[in-house]
């Protein structure tokens, strides 16, 4: 029985560890294209932007992103939701609640991205007033946005299916559009940034057109994997995707678990991005190079994120199908083995950073003053696999649970930690990189808090 776990958890997390391996390298290639633009005179002429520095263009890259990332957190109840929902009918074997939570979540994906698209000036201008940076690093973020915001509809999209796919138990096309999205964005935003022979690209502008690129690209992956292997097969005529039916698909009960749980979700993504955008924030008032460097070690510190959510997302699946079935034992062996694998990982992750800390950072970026103002917080690298273990693991488990008032108050605890660490603290604090400390301190108070906070709360997780 404990092998038949544990090779479905590797069947379910090796796929996304494999797809979030790439995830990374997504925001690391758009960094140290951006890093290098600044030695390539040539490229920065022929976009207008001679004469600017690396600090300033991974800046600008770093507040742009940061600008997407706070509005998709808000829609992360796209791809939550979905996956603890599709879990759950997938146990029961209820193909029709299966296909219905697909529709809401894709319906309400086109519709939000509508919306961002019509208020895309409100919106960047808004969060804008907000972050203090250079005028320079400014520009630059206004330009990435206008550009990557047309790949609203196929972002938002994305969650929606990717969510549905783990919940339906399929890892290999969870992966694929993952694969897709990553893969193609590393390779066009390169292309398009730099060009290629005689064609000198579209230097800083093609970092963000690339993204538009590959999120398209994976939609039309994710539409192929479903019409393929979905629609007329585990889905019957009546249950397939269509227009039909739309105003019974938003009423009855489950419909109201579905909004119900969004609710919880979409406050918890306004929670974690009141973390995030404090973080980058807070931290672009010590400069570009301060700024660069906090951005830099927030990729770096992602990495091992993005390896743990193979075992959360594996969680998810198996912890959502056993509750539909209402196997009360193997939920509980399915919980302990997700942990011992994670474990495994955080050992090694505390080594990778210790050992291979400082050449991640000359690999993000040839500008030296900010490679020598990040290596003194390389010990924050190695905390991060202790810090965020139990916190990513449990997310998986509570969602696949669909306890998401516990993952919401999680993040209520989490933004407590966070913001009396920093301003607590702050006040003592006399030089510009001992607030940088301070600020890691404070981001890694946040992760122990959701950590401690869903532990206590785990025995609620039942059938």
């Known amino acids: 029985m404990i092998k038949g776990i544990n090779k479905e958890i590797l069947r379910l997390s090796l796929p996304s560890i494999l797809a979030n391996i790439t995830v990374p390298l997504v925001g690391m290639v758009d960094i140290a294209v951006a890093g290098h633009l600044g030695s390539a005179g040539a490229s920065l002429e022929s976009a207008g932007l001679s004469g600017i520095g690396a600090a300033a263009l991974i800046g600008g890259i770093t507040i742009g992103a940061m600008i997407f990332d706070l509005t998709y957190w808000n829609f992360g109840f796209l791809r939550i939701s979905t996956g603890g929902l599709t879990a759950q009918a997938y146990g029961r074997k209820d193909w029709s609640d299966c296909a219905a939570t697909l529709k809401r979540s894709l319906g309400i994906a086109l519709g939000a991205a509508v919306f961002l698209l019509a208020i895309q000036w409100l919106l960047v201008n808004g969060i804008l007033l907000a972050v203090k940076c250079s005028p320079e690093v400014k520009a630059l973020a206004f330009r990435y946005f206008y550009i990557r915001i047309w790949a609203a509809p196929a972002t938002l999209s994305l969650m929606a299916f990717k969510g549905w796919f783990i919940g339906m ?190 050449p991640l950072l000359r690999m993000m970026t040839s500008d030296e003053g900010v490679v020598q103002a990040a290596k003194e917080f390389i010990p924050w690298l190695m905390l991060m696999p202790v810090a965020g273990c139990a916190a990513f693991i449990w997310d998986g488990i509570f969602i696949g649970a669909t306890q998401s008032k516990s993952i919401r108050n999680a993040m209520i605890w989490a933004n407590i930690a966070f913001y009396s660490v920093w301003f607590s603290l702050c006040p003592l604090m006399k030089t510009d990189s001992a607030s940088m400390h301070l600020l890691m301190g404070a981001y890694f108070a946040h992760l122990f808090a959701r950590g401690i906070y869903l532990s206590i709360k785990s025995n609620s997780i039942k059938i």
């Open 169 to 358: 138990q399929d890892s290999i096309a969870a992966m694929s559009t993952d694969l897709t999205v990553n893969i193609v964005n590393i390779v066009s935003s390169i292309f398009l940034s730099i060009g290629i022979g005689a064609w000198a690209g579209f230097g800083y502008s093609g970092i963000a057109l690339g993204t538009v690129v590959a999120q398209y690209s994976a939609l039309a992956v994710a539409s192929v994997i479903f019409l393929t292997r979905y629609k007329g097969k585990r889905l019957s005529a009546q249950e397939r995707i269509s227009l039909a039916g739309v105003k019974e698909l938003f009423r009855g009960e489950k419909t109201r678990k579905f909004f119900s749980m969004n609710g919880d979700i979409f406050f918890r993504s306004l929670l974690f991005m009141a973390i995030y955008g404090g973080f980058t924030t807070i931290s672009a008032r010590y400069g570009d190079t301060l700024l660069a460097c906090s951005s830099i070690l927030m990729k770096l510190l992602m990495v091992f994120s993005y390896f743990i959510d193979g075992f959360a997302y594996a969680g998810e699946a198996m912890c959502g199908k056993y509750i539909g079935e209402g196997s009360q034992s193997m939920l509980r062996k399915t919980i302990r083995w997700c942990f011992v694998w994670s474990a495994g990982l955080s050992i090694f992750f505390v080594a990778v950073y210790g050992f291979g800390g400082t």
